[in-house]
């Protein structure tokens, strides 16, 4: 299913693995550690903490870029506690290529994503990632991105619909970061941004998509107790026709 990176990159009908999430309605929060300081690393290990915890894990990714030691590149909040702070240096690789930025969810579980020089934190955030670079930044493409790039991997990224549902997707072939870009923008996101690359994993069981192993820092989780009816994400269909958008 890969592609190579002398082919030319798929258009319209590239296929992606999705989940919409209502934010409002569904438990949607980030993952490191479990309670014994242990990092989770893989989609595996966190839905085997969750079940014995009476939670049924519905959807997960990895959820942003990580150092050497498997901590947070950048900013990493959980339940409203910042730890890692926000990282405004430069430097080498996707992670620093500006504008960067954080996604995060504040405490009336409303859904953002800006750029990090715009990031504020006034005490209202509940979770927190950073990574880079921005995808779409008020409905355009980043503008270091060219359409055709040989520069392809798997690739995962969250967005913010018109609606105020969260998009989580990842790319089941090799794409560059023009045509992901272009992915978020033509199903309506103004605001995207990248996560990370040949790393990804997905856990999608609604859509028969079930990676559990990865080694990785943060994962986005949506979850729901085993005792309550299963709130089910809009999965956006595998291939779609393009939308303008301006």
């Not at 980030?30 to 014994?36: E, I």
């Not at 595996?44 to 901590?71: I, K």
């Not at 969810?105 to 409303?110: E, I, M, N, Q, W």
């Amino acid at each position: 299913m890969l592609l190579a990176a002398c082919q030319p990159e798929p258009a319209i009908k590239t296929t992606y693995v999705s989940y919409q999430v209502n934010p409002q309605q569904q438990q949607l929060r980030l993952y490191w550690h479990n309670a014994q300081g242990q990092r989770f690393g893989s989609l595996g290990r966190l839905r085997q903490t969750l079940a014995a915890q009476g939670d049924s894990l519905v959807f997960a990714m990895n959820g942003g870029m990580f150092n050497p030691a498997f901590a947070p590149q950048g900013l990493y909040i959980e339940n409203e506690k910042t730890v890692t702070p926000l990282d405004t240096a430069t430097g080498q690789g996707n992670f620093y290529l500006k504008p960067n930025g954080v996604f995060y969810l504040a405490t009336d579980h409303s859904a953002h994503i800006v750029p990090t020089a715009a990031y504020h934190h006034n005490g209202r955030v509940a979770y927190a990632t950073q990574s880079g670079p921005m995808l779409v930044m008020d409905g355009r493409i980043h503008p270091a991105f060219r359409a055709g790039s040989t520069n392809v991997q798997i690739r995962n990224g969250v967005g913010i619909l018109p609606n105020g549902h969260v998009l989580l997707a990842m790319s089941k072939v090799k794409v560059s970061l023009y045509h992901f870009a272009d992915y978020f923008r033509s199903v309506g996101c103004r605001q995207a941004l990248y996560l990370d690359g040949f790393v990804s994993r997905t856990y999608a069981p609604a859509v028969g998509w079930t990676q559990l192993d990865g080694d990785f820092g943060v994962i986005i989780g949506i979850t729901t107790p085993k005792s309550s009816p299963l709130r089910t994400g809009l999965s956006l269909p595998a291939t779609r026709r393009r939308r303008l958008w301006p």
